[in-house]
């Protein structure tokens, strides 16, 4: 009969290229890859995978195993967690993803917290260029920032985010002057391709609560906010940016807002959770361990 153990054994085979790369998942030998194997479709009395090439290639009864196998282990995963909720007790695996800058300062470290704070859970964080387009299901909680994405995601707010126009004071020198969302037409926009948004057209609410959009051509243009924060400060053009990315050069005078009488859209931190995942114990452990990390707001306090 095969055991549980057999499947998350085939079922690392399954997403490796070879079993080479099988036994350094499984941190064994090759030939105790291949032993264990042998012994496998011993017992099931096909063979599993096709050994005529370089590659590891499932055959037909295979990837049987692996499909089913598959479910079976998240069916018996999700029995665990379903009785370990009933006690309130936090184990089994933490899957987390977040944005690359904001997941290295604000998560990172709540994932730590979390793993050190819970010895019978294990946990993991993905970071993206677009966590939002992340298959949820995979995970348990996924850090975004911004508009959240379909209606049926359950989603809730960690905290508030400013976004702000910003530029160097070097740049600032030598431009025109901008008195209003207009003038920006005129100027050197870098923008960040992020979220499916139309990053092209800047929306703007006035001090006296009148909106405004400029449509501006950028200069220069990343997928990476990172990138566009460098380009800013090396004097090349005016951002939109999260205040919690910008708010020390601001301290600093390394960058200056732009328009500060003129508010962008507000792009919250939110956490989007997978229905399956929405509740579970270790989920709820982690959400109340990054709650208390983003309160008070670390970077306000850097302002």
Known sequence: MIT?????????????????????KLNVTPPAVTQRLRALEEKVGVRLIDRSGRRL??????????????????????????????RGAVRGHLR????????????APVVEA???????????????????????????VVVHIGAPGPMD???????????????????????????SPADLARQRC??????????????????DGEN???????TMASNDGAVIREWALADQGIMIRSEWNVVEDLAAGRLRQVLPGWRLPSADI??????????SARTTAFLSLLRQSLKPLPWQSMG
């Open 4 to 24: 549980s153990d057999d499947l998350a054994f085939f079922a690392v085979l399954a997403q490796s290229r070879s079993l080479a790369e099988s036994a350094r």
């Open 57 to 86: 290639v499932l055959t037909e009864e295979g990837s049987l195993v692996a499909s089913q196998g598959a479910i079976v282990s998240a069916a018996i995963e999700a029995l665990g967690e379903a009785l370990a909720d009933r």
């Open 96 to 107: 987390v993803a977040a944005p690359h800058g904001f997941g290295r300062l604000y998560v």
């Open 114 to 140: 979390f793993a050190r704070a819970h010895p019978g859970a294990t946990a993991s964080l993905q970071l993206s260029d677009h966590p939002a387009a992340l298959l949820i299901e995979s995970y348990d």
């Open 153 to 179: 995601q359950l989603v809730t707010t960690l905290a508030p985010n400013h976004r702000l126009l910003c530029a160097s004071p070097g740049y600032l020198a030598r431009a025109a002057p901008i008195l």
């Open 190 to 207: 870098l923008a960040i391709r992020e979220n499916e948004e139309d990053v092209t057209l800047w929306r703007f609410t006035g001090p």
């Open 212 to 218: 405004a959009t400029v449509r501006v051509t950028p």
């Open 270 to 279: 939110v956490a989007l959770l997978g229905a399956r995942h929405g509740r």
